[in-house]
């Protein structure tokens, strides 16, 4: 049931084949790879971490950054990855929460610390249901939980991600992502271990860095900011893309805009998925077949996803062995997360349609209630990014003395708010169109490209005073 003895035996047999191909050209090799994670093991051991302690890692991306990830799952230990961006007190938080018996900030030192000792190779012989990794929700809503997956979590959605995407040794995995985060550091280097292919291993996204590593890949997985600098790029051509199979976009919702150039340009269609800390991946759109824009695709095997109340348009809520267990140390989060029959309540609000394809609409929490009546973002920001001189968009509510909360669109790029609120009062109901437009040269966004609405609630809080 351990997660790494999984992964380990899915290496290609011949060790020396490239695991991480670096931009210096030091490439490293499964067979590197695995000694590595055997001396961090041990290492680990001799400095008293013991099955189910905790190990917090707040490094930057590195190759051994990934090693003590693969370590601690090889002893048995729970991984928690955090963001190099967190603050003091953030961290504090996590420290007093979590109660670490490792704390990680240089995994390059710890590794080199590491090699004057053998290599483990005994893996832990871990329990059905034992926790592999801690991941800490962003928190917008009150203090960061702590989302418990197991290693059986982990291990089935690997599979099935696998299979859904076709994942092979014949494969090379273009890697910009962080590695604090589930769609980094579980969803593409799990794909690429256990098909035993390279991953081209960049410290971050950088326009010429990737276009240098893309003719030598076949897989790229990326937030939409990712593809929306690639777009913006003239250098990202046709013949750039030629060795590509798939482009996958997550962690954020992607913009219908940019798929039909998209395609224009390369002659493939991004692929968009949907999942969450709490699941890991829950959707996807199909590796053949039409990918619909604006759909994030059908559940993954093994996931059962419906609509609460059996609305048309709700809360999406989830069943499968992918899901977290619950929240850590916290009974009363875990118990209002999921419905008495057991499904978990993802907060996301979509629909189902026909065919069994889920459509976001936003998030539960991002609801505008207005004059009493519902008003979901979404609707509105479609419309928006229609405009002309809209880059992007975001709407939210904010307090109204009359309605209770008011529809405010907040705008990166241009134009005039009068022509903006009068193109939305022709596609929308008048409840539903923004009462004001505020222009931003970008819109404020968290490490994984998600924008973050609680700050613009914020800023623009006393904006009807």
């Known amino acids: 049931m351990n997660l790494y003895a999984l992964l380990q035996s899915r290496f290609p047999a011949d060790r020396s084949a490239p695991c991480l191909l670096l931009p210096d050209g030091d490439d490293l090799s499964y067979g590197a790879l695995e000694d590595g994670v055997g001396r961090l093991a041990a290492l680990l051991l001799a400095k008293g971490v013991g099955v189910g ?39 504090a938080y996590f420290r007093q929460d979590a109660e670490p018996a490792l704390f990680v900030t240089e995994a390059g030192e710890l590794a080199r610390e590491a090699e004057a000792f053998s290599p483990r190779t005994i893996i832990h012989d871990s329990q059905p249901g034992a ?9 917008t ?31 090379v995995l273009l890697h910009a992502l962080p590695i604090f985060h589930v769609h980094g ?21 950088e326009e010429d860095a990737v276009l240098t590593a893309l003719p030598r890949a ?23 893309a030629a060795h590509m199979r798939l482009f996958i976009s997550g962690s954020a919702p992607l913009l219908e805009s940019p798929f039909d150039p998209f395609e224009a340009r390369t002659g493939q269609r991004i692929l968009e998925r949907y999942g969450m800390s709490e699941a890991q991946m829950i959707t996807t759109n199909p590796l053949q077949g039409e990918r619909l824009a604006g759909s994030v695709g059908f559940p993954l095997p093994g996931v059962a996803l419906r609509i609460a109340g059996g609305a048309r348009t709700g809360v999406v809520e989830i069943t499968g062995p992918s899901v977290t267990s619950g929240y850590w140390r916290n009974a009363e989060k875990t118990a209002q997360a999921f419905t008495a029959d057991g499904f978990f309540i993802t907060g996301d609000v979509g629909r189902l349609d026909a065919e069994g394809r889920l459509w976001l609409s936003g998030r539960a929490n991002d609801l505008i209630i207005s004059g009493g009546l519902n008003v979901y973002p979404k609707e509105i920001e479609l419309v928006l990014d229609e405009l002309a001189g809209v ?18 669109a907040v705008i990166a790029g241009a134009g005039d708010e009068t022509d903006i609120i009068g193109a939305c009062r022709e596609r929308l109901a008048a409840f539903k169109t923004p009462k004001r437009v505020m222009f931003v040269d970008d819109l404020p966004r968290n490490a994984m490209g998600k924008v973050e609405k609680a700050a613009l609630r914020g800023r623009y809080a006393t904006l009807f005073d």
């Open 218 to 240: 076949t897989v790229m997985m990326g937030v939409p900011t990712f593809y929306g600098r690639l777009l913006a790029d003239p250098r990202f051509t046709a013949e750039a």
């Open 185 to 205: 550091l579980f969803v593409a280097i799990h794909c690429a271990l256990l098909s035993g292919a390279p991953m081209l291993w960049l410290p971050r996204f």
């Open 53 to 91: 302690d905790r190990v917090a890692a707040q490094t930057a991306k590195s190759p051994q950054g990934l090693m003590l990830y693969l370590a601690s799952l090889q002893i048995g230990a729970v991984f928690l990855p955090l963001n190099p961006a967190y603050t003091a007190s953030e961290i």
């Open 141 to 171: 809503t009150g203090r960061a939980k702590g989302a418990m997956l197991s290693h059986h979590n982990l291990a089935s959605n690997a599979l099935a991600l696998q299979t859904a995407w076709g994942f092979s040794g014949g494969d």
């Open 131 to 139: 926790l592999a990794a801690l991941v800490y929700t962003s928190g």
């Open 391 to 408: 880059t992007e968009s975001a709407v939210i509510g904010v307090p109204h003395a009359d309605f209770g909360e008011a529809v405010v």
